[in-house]
């Protein structure tokens, strides 16, 4: 809220310095953004006065002018300029004076005459006519008021004003006016506020010959109340109203217009002035716009409006758009004779939703959209009134109509001094307390250790003993408030179990060069279908939202593969060439549908990989490196996963139920997602990794005896895997079998079609005693003789 400390010490007498009223209004509560001091824009620029004037010896085009600036002497000055005359008052740019434009005055010479200044145009103090009639003649500004001589110009253009910018939270819309600000800096520089008392007289008549109202929808329209004024003066505002609407951003029109908009700024309470003459029927409806209506507002513009939209309404068409802007047909002009006044409370979120729809948004709009007070609808009315009757802008009518669908009761709240106190940690007398509310309109008396507080209306916001207790400290002082140490034992903190397997996982695969992403939590409900995934697939059995942001973020999501798929897609056609993501998350499985219970909640890892360099097995390692990271010893099968490639798939077991599945993403699949390259997908259920036994590390001595290594060569069915020759491996050779590997697949010419050739090197070793070969040999027999049985030969 940027607010004229001119027009703020109408009502308050500011009696500190500005820093000081920024530094307590602060800790009062009101941050203040911004400070802008208008009289820097020019200095030592002053009202003259030209008493004489005579041709420049030197020059036919200049003329030297003695001006009296107030000073003992006259003050000569050599212009140019054709249209001043003796007696007029002008604006003087002195010796050493700067102008808004940019230019620094220095007294010299012209032609051989010393000029101690200059005469100031409009242009070049930066005036448009809307700032100061007659600024855009070309030529000197001729000054049309009677000034003092000497008068610092930035006196008569309202120049010499400081704007503050306040920031005001949601929960005070009171603040959103002078009047607001006024009463909150009373309170915090302990002064009166002079709050403006409406008086005016009226001129007989009845205000029911002029206008009738009819409020339909008192549901987003609580109050509308209107007044008539009839013999219209047209004329231009006084220049004191002219200087705070200036100060506020607002341009002065007329004195009808300019009231309304300066008691919108001084109350907060928005109004509109239709011209009776184009009320047709004169009749005003409150009512739901029909469907398709038509209205081209004041800025000439033209809007289709729906029922969920309040208009205000002759018998006709609509006159205005409730609590925004007013239609192009009634607005005031220069030969209106007779006004309707009105001023009203209209639902906020009505006036947001219209507001938005039609893409406008003006000061009026604001305010409503904030919130306004239904009590402060006839103060603003009252003061607008007085307004017409100080400026005789005409005559008010007798009468009011005020349609309202029930006014509220006063709200009290009874709260205990003591309670406060302790939600406080302070001491504050009772007494105390009462005084400050009281000056924050909030009326208290005290009875014992009972405050009573009669809650005014403009402050919905205060609900009960929480927020009198934050009225009375931001008041009292927070600066009272002593810092203390903390009590307490010292607890050292330790992650859960579930985080710190978190953090292990993380850890393992940024170590393989991974990146962590973070998605949303909700898909599309089309994910599974672009997926391929099966109608009777589990994963379909997903939490649906009632209100979702949108049709892509409908659904809880049951995998993580469409996120990742997604990401990769946006990284792929963002022509990134190669990526290694993970995501460690949630999945959400409902119990059952329609969901009545929070849904299970389990953990998942997500892989995502492409680029020239990347393939099925660089993934099938990194799965494998995080199930051993926890003690997991995997075997695995084919999987049937529909997104993934049939024959680069695979399933990872742990204890007889699948703990991964991973592979090439099936090239369906990957251009359904915009991923026109191989890609490579894992899921991981991370709850197994959690409940996984914790490890034990045994240490034990370096080997005394030697190994021996023997190599096996077979041949076997290529359908046979690779995991089931090394399971019988492993059972066949016994204790003294320390280690085995595949070094070599092979498949192509010496080797019949259907089969390929697999070779290990085995590590024998007896921890006891030197291993003898025929040891090593028995165990190669036994093991011979049981892969004989899984169709595996020994190659010659």
Request: aromatic share 4%; proline share 3%; charged share 25%.
């Given at each position: 809220m940027k607010v004229s400390l001119n027009w703020l010490g109408r009502y308050v007498d500011i009696n500190v310095p500005l820093s000081e009223l920024c530094d307590k209004m602060v800790m009062s509560g009101f941050e203040v953004d911004g400070i802008e001091d208008l009289s820097r824009s020019m200095s030592n620029v002053v009202v003259g006065l030209i008493e004489k004037r005579e041709k420049h010896p030197n020059a036919d085009k200049l003329q030297i002018c003695y001006l009296n600036v107030g000073k003992e002497t006259p003050l000569q000055i050599v212009t140019g300029a054709d249209n001043v005359f003796e007696g007029a008052l002008v604006p003087i740019a002195l010796h050493d004076s700067h102008l808004p434009n940019g230019l620094h005055i220095k007294k010299g010479k012209l032609r051989g005459i010393e000029s101690f200044g200059m005469l100031c145009s409009g242009e070049e103090l930066c005036l448009k006519d809307s700032d100061y009639p007659g600024a855009e003649v070309n030529g000197i500004l001729i000054l049309n008021e009677e000034y003092p001589v000497g008068t610092d110009m930035r006196t008569v253009l309202g120049l010499d004003d400081v704007i503050i910018d306040f920031s005001v939270t949601a929960n005070r819309p009171d603040c959103q006016s002078i009047l607001g600000i006024a009463r909150e800096v009373a309170v915090a520089l302990k002064t009166e506020?002079?709050?403006?008392?409406?008086?005016?007289?009226?001129?007989?008549?009845?205000?029911?010959?002029?206008?009738?109202?009819?409020?339909?929808?008192?549901?987003?329209c609580p109050r509308y109340m209107g007044r008539a004024v009839v013999n219209i003066r047209m004329a231009s505002s006084p220049e004191w109203m002219k200087k705070c609407l200036k100060a506020e951003g607002m341009r002065p029109i007329n004195n009808i217009v300019d009231i309304t908009n300066f008691v919108m700024l001084e109350t907060g309470q928005p109004m509109h002035a239709f011209d009776l003459r184009d009320v047709n029927g004169r009749q005003i409806i409150v009512r739901r716009a029909e469907e398709k209506e038509g209205i081209t507002t004041l800025d000439g513009k033209e809007h289709t409006l729906t029922p969920e939209m309040l208009v205000i309404a002759d018998s006709n068409q609509p006159s205005c758009l409730a609590g925004i802007m007013g239609s192009l047909d009634s607005e005031i002009k220069e030969d209106t004779s007779s006004i309707f006044f009105e001023s009203a409370k209209f639902r906020r979120d009505s006036v947001r939703r219209t507001a938005r729809h039609l893409g406008m948004r003006t000061e009026s709009s604001a305010r409503f959209e904030k919130g306004i007070d239904i009590m402060n609808v006839e103060y603003a009315m009252e003061r607008?009134?007085?307004?017409?009757?100080?400026?005789?802008?005409?005559?008010?009518?007798?009468?009011?109509?005020?349609?309202?669908?029930?006014?509220?009761?006063?709200?009290?709240?009874?709260?205990?001094?003591?309670?406060?106190?302790?939600?406080?940690?302070?001491?504050?007398?009772?007494?105390?307390?009462?005084?400050?509310?009281?000056?924050?309109?909030?009326?208290?008396?005290?009875?014992?250790?009972?405050?009573?507080?009669?809650?005014?209306?403009?402050?919905?916001?205060?609900?009960?003993?929480?927020?009198?207790?934050?009225?009375?400290?931001?008041?009292?002082?927070?600066?009272?408030?002593?810092?203390?140490?903390?009590?307490?034992?010292?607890?050292?903190?330790?992650?859960?179990?579930?985080?710190?397997?978190?953090?292990?996982v993380k850890s393992r695969l940024v170590a393989h060069g991974l990146f962590e992403i973070v998605t949303y939590s909700f898909i599309s409900g089309k994910a599974l279908d672009m997926l391929g995934v099966p109608a009777d697939d589990e994963r379909r059995r997903s939490v649906v939202l009632r209100n979702p942001l949108g049709e892509e973020y409908s659904e809880m999501r049951t995998q993580l593969v469409s996120s990742m798929l997604n990401v990769l897609s946006t990284n792929y056609n963002r022509k990134i060439s190669e990526v290694r993501f993970f995501e460690v998350s949630k999945v959400f499985i409902p119990e059952s549908l329609p969901a009545v219970s929070q849904p299970e909640e389990r953990p998942a890892v997500c892989i995502g990989l492409y680029g020239e360099n990347e393939n099925f097995f660089d993934l099938k390692g990194i799965v494998e490196d995080i199930l051993s990271c926890f003690g997991i010893s995997a075997e695995y099968e084919r999987a049937n996963q529909a997104y993934l490639h049939p024959g680069r798939q695979a399933l990872a077991m742990a204890e007889g139920s699948p703990i991964a599945v991973f592979g090439e993403v099936h090239p369906d699949t990957a251009e359904r997602f915009g991923v026109n390259t191989r890609a490579y997908i894992a899921e991981i259920r991370m709850d197994k990794l959690i409940a996984a036994p914790n490890d034990v590390l045994l240490y034990k001595p370096l080997p005394r005896f030697p190994s021996i290594e023997r190599d096996l060569a077979l041949t076997c069915d290529k359908e046979l895997p690779v995991a089931e020759i090394e399971k019988t491996i492993r059972l066949s050779a016994g204790k003294n079998l320390e280690d085995i590997w595949l070094f070599d697949v092979y498949q192509g010419t010496q080797i019949a079609d259907g089969k390929k050739s697999v070779a290990y090197r085995l590590v024998f070793r007896n921890s006891e005693a030197t291993l003898k070969d025929e040891e090593v040999d028995a165990s190669l027999r036994k093991i011979i003789k049981n892969l004989l049985e899984k169709g595996c030969v020994l190659r010659s």
């Open positions: 506020l002079k709050m403006p008392i409406p008086e005016y007289k009226t001129k007989g008549g009845n205000i029911n010959e002029h206008i009738s109202v009819t409020v339909k929808d008192y549901d987003l607008a009134l007085q307004l017409i009757y100080e400026l005789d802008a005409g005559d008010i009518v007798e009468g009011i109509i005020d349609c309202n669908a029930g006014l509220p009761q006063e709200r009290v709240l009874n709260v205990s001094v003591s309670g406060i106190n302790a939600l406080l940690g302070l001491d504050i007398s009772a007494d105390d307390m009462v005084d400050i509310l009281n000056k924050l309109s909030i009326k208290t008396t005290n009875s014992g250790d009972t405050l009573t507080c009669t809650i005014p209306t403009f402050r919905d916001d205060i609900e009960g003993r929480a927020d009198i207790a934050e009225e009375i400290m931001r008041i009292y002082g927070y600066d009272h408030i002593i810092g203390t140490q903390m009590n307490g034992a010292i607890v050292w903190g330790k992650k859960p179990h579930d985080r710190l397997c978190a953090d292990k």
